[in-house]
């Protein structure tokens, strides 16, 4: 009896870990990619303040000038809406590789609890 504790006990921390070691890869290829995203929207806002600058010394009149930051104020406007889309478009294909994780995790946890909850035969000694 107590090598079929050790072996069932055995393998549900096998099991934890590597859900466990699963979890973290998810995890970690979403934060990448979201990463990826922020870097893409920090440079865009980098850029954009280089372009903001240099537009104070190449229009002298005041309506050309305006007229320029409100075009790169659209443009950027524009490219916070595709990375913020792109960005939701992340979270639901994730979405599906987690709930995927978590029916595979709640059968192994069904599968292991049914296994070890059957009743053990005792044999009478004489």
Known sequence: MENTFLTQWESFAKSAFDTTKELETLNMKLFEQLSEKQVDLLSG???LGNKWVSNFSEFKAVPELVA???KLASEYG???MSVSKEAVDLLAASREDYKAWFEKGYKL???QTAAATKPVSVRKVA
């Open 45 to 47: 806002a980098v850029e």
């Open 68 to 70: 320029a930051q409100s």
């Open 78 to 80: 524009s490219k916070v």
């Open 109 to 111: 946890w069904t599968e």
